[in-house]
Nanobody, 128 residues
Framework: QVALVESGGGLVQAGGSLRLSCVASGRTFSIDDRAWFRQAPGQEREFVAG????????YYADSVKGRFTISGDNAKNTVYLQMNSLKPEDTAVFYC?????????????????????WGRGTQVTVSS
């Protein structure tokens, strides 16, 4: 089993920045991919960013390209989401996810069904 715990959410003004963290514990050696998803009020959960834990390409939703950066620290079993130039439409609960089977395409990373483990989420609110 793997447990994921997110932190770093909060209230920020438009144009500001936040850095989210997601710490993994348990059988972390079994994890291949890490990703961030988000769910805005009244909307379905959507893919934000993802990458392969052992190195490789990173993938981003078009809506966050150039503003968000996903990265990881192997020693700390932690993945980060640096969010810059935040917009009110970025307001959502952000979830960390991990899977046991490596993805190699954007479509694969973006499918919720491909992730076995999820955190409980952290709220990000961007005021205008």
């Amino acid at each position: 089993q793997v447990a994921l715990v997110e932190s770093g959410g909060g209230l920020v003004q438009a144009g500001g920045s936040l850095r989210l963290s997601c710490v993994a514990s348990g059988r972390t050696f079994s994890i291949d991919d890490r990703a961030w998803f988000r769910q805005a009020p009244g909307q379905e959960r959507e893919f934000v960013a993802g990458f392969t834990w052992r190195g490789g390409s990173t993938y981003y939703a078009d809506s966050v390209k150039g503003r968000f950066t996903i990265s990881g620290d192997n020693a700390k079993n932690t993945v980060y989401l640096q969010m810059n130039s935040l917009k009110p439409e970025d307001t959502a609960v952000f979830y960390c996810a991990a899977n046991l089977h490596t993805c190699s395409t954007y479509v694969c990373y973006a499918r919720e069904e491909n992730y076995e483990y999820w955190g409980r989420g952290t709220q990000v609110t961007v005021s205008s």
